[in-house]
Structures are given as C-alpha cells and as structure tokens.
C-alpha cells in the first residue's frame, strides 16, 4: 500500500534538477532493493506527475547510470517502458546524498498484473520488439553474458553440497549444468534482452498498456533466455502430486501448453524464432532456471528463509524439464511460428 510521507527535502530536488514546482505531499509507493520510489505531483502547468527513485548506496552508480541508458534507449526506439526525465543539465541522473543516485521518469499510472492469457499476449509481443532492436555486436553498449555466469553457478553448487537441507539439490544442479550444450546456447543470435521479466517488473495502465520496468541488468545477450524466464515462472502449474519421494522425486510442474503457446505465437508475430532458438528453448530454461536456484541456494544457507521458497521453486522447474517436454516445446514453437 502507497504511504504518504513528508519528505520535506523533495520539493527543492526537484526543482534544483529538473526546474519543476512540486504540487503537494510526495508520496512513497514502496521501498525495496536500495530504491525509495515516489511519486511526485507537479504544479499543473509543469505537467501530471513524476516517478523520482532515490538510490542508496547500495545501488552503485554504474547500476543507476545502466538502468537510465537503458531507458533513453528504449525511448528513442519508442517501446513501452518509463520515460526518463532529463535533468536541466542535461544529466540522467542527480546525486541527492553523498554516494546515492537518483532519477525520475514520467509517471506511469497503473498496477502490476495478473499473468492471464491477456498479459502473456501483450509481454510476448513487447519481448519480440524489444528483441529486435540490438541484433549486432555495435548496436548496444552493454552485454549481459548469462552463459558467463556457469563457472560461479558450479561454485554455489559446490560450496553447498555438504549441506544436510541442500546438498542433494545442489548436487542435481550442477548434474544439470554440466548437461546444458554450451555450444549450442552459445551460437545464438544476439538482441537487446531484459534479463528479470517477471509481474513485479511490468504494469498494466487502466487504459489496457503494459509497460517493462527495472532495466538496470538490461543488455545484448540471447533473446531466448528472456523467454525462458517467462516459460520457467509464468507457464508452469504446481502438479497434482506435490509430495517428494526419495529416490524416485516426482516431476513437480507442468508446462501449461495454452500458455506456452500463446507466448510463443505472440512473440513470433514480432520476431520468428530461428531453428537454432526453437531447438534450444528447452535448455534455455533448464539454465536460467538452475542458475536461479543455485544463487539462492547460496542464500538459504546463509541465512534460511531469505528466498521466501524460491530456492526450492526454481530448483523444482528446472528438474521438470524433462527431454520429452523439451522436445513438446521445440514442436510448439515451430507450429506457434507457422501460425504467426
């Protein structure tokens, strides 16, 4: 729930970097990873309102100055993200303490939404354009490098194997990375990816638009791994029998095909996916899905309950995908391209 604060101090910041009078109380719409993030009335001729992100320290400033590179971007390309503020000095963003960054885009109306088949529609589509707009090596200044991250997943794999709650889980993700054709993945097309699509990262306006927010990680990597996020937590259902049985663990989630084949067609209707893209869906998901659960793996054991069961979650998907559901969602993706 939003709360109303004082914060006697934003008035002034916002007209000392943008030239804007504040119209009444700024107001903070939630606290979370190093940000405060506000919502800032302005006076009625300077427009409707502002979102302004007070950064900690936390935060560095290369995160800050990635996050708003990423929006001018987008901006220019036109996609439906945040529209960046530039300050009256022509900066992206405003130092506001010793250390801390800030930044304010124009306000979004609009709520974090429900993953239907509506949303799975419009997100597809949104990925497809957003896929589309740095394909070359010079088209974007930042590389993300997913794959580049395998070596410390062993490491939180292998640190955790003697861990009695753990080990067992630890050991079948490293089983799963060693399995994963690198060279494959690695062969992919490139494109300007997210990298963190998930509810909490979108809204949806009451006039029906659904907008990507927090693009601090965004880069050129392969666009199937943000695909693969979306299929590993958007299309999966928790599977009638839940209950672990050593030594013969049941598949925990299936793959919802009315879901998977919306996303994919949506997309498609974007950007085809390439034969080399399709047949490495399935591997895509088991990768950032064993990636996931080794990073909070290594959470849990420092400090239990810190994943709030998405440790076990993610390690629960990747193990479901199985060579037979691998090989169902290669089919669907080359029929949902054909009807594209």
């Known amino acids: 729930m939003s709360e109303t604060m004082t914060w006697s101090f934003l008035p002034p910041l916002i007209e000392r970097y943008y030239g804007l009078k504040v119209a009444g109380l700024p107001e903070l719409l939630h606290e979370r990873d190093g940000q405060r993030i506000f919502k800032v009335g302005l006076a009625q001729a300077e427009g409707a309102a502002l979102t302004v992100r007070l950064c900690t320290e936390d935060r560095p400033h290369e995160k800050v100055l990635a996050d708003t590179g990423a929006l001018l971007f987008l901006s220019a390309a036109d996609f439906l993200a945040p ?23 124009d306000f979004i109306a609009g709520e974090n ?43 939180r794999t292998e640190a955790a194997l003697n861990d009695p709650t753990w080990g067992q889980k630890a050991a079948e993700i490293a089983q799963n990375l060693h399995d994963l054709p690198l060279a494959e993945l690695q062969a992919l097309p490139f494109g300007l990816i997210h990298t963190d699509v998930h509810e909490g990262n979108m809204l949806r306006t009451p006039e029906g638009r659904l907008y990507l927010l927090d693009w601090e990680d965004a880069g050129q990597d392969k666009p199937v791994f943000d695909l693969a996020l979306v299929l590993g937590w958007n299309c999966v259902w928790r599977h009638d029998s839940t209950l672990l049985k050593p030594d013969s663990p049941p598949e925990l989630y299936d793959f919802d095909e009315e879901y998977c084949r919306t996303l994919l067609e949506a997309y498609q209707s974007e950007r085809p996916l390439s034969d080399g893209e399709m047949a490495m869906l399935g591997p895509a998901v088991r990768w950032v899905m064993g990636w996931f659960a080794a990073r909070d793996i290594e959470r849990e054991i420092e400090e239990p309950g810190v994943s709030e069961g998405l440790a076990f979650t993610n390690w629960a998907i990747m193990r479901s995908v199985t060579p037979l559901w691998m090989h169902t969602l290669h089919r669907w993706a080359f029929e949902a391209r054909l009807k594209a």
């Open 83 to 105: 529209r960046l503020r530039l300050t009256v000095e022509g900066e992206r963003v405003f130092q506001w303490q010793p250390a801390c960054w800030g930044y304010a885009t």
């Open 113 to 155: 939404p429900f993953m239907d088949i509506p949303t799975l529609t419009d997100l597809g589509r949104l990925l497809g354009r957003l896929h589309r707009l740095a394909p070359g090596p010079g088209d974007y200044p930042v590389q993300v490098g997913w794959l580049d991250e395998m070596a410390e997943s062993f490491r």
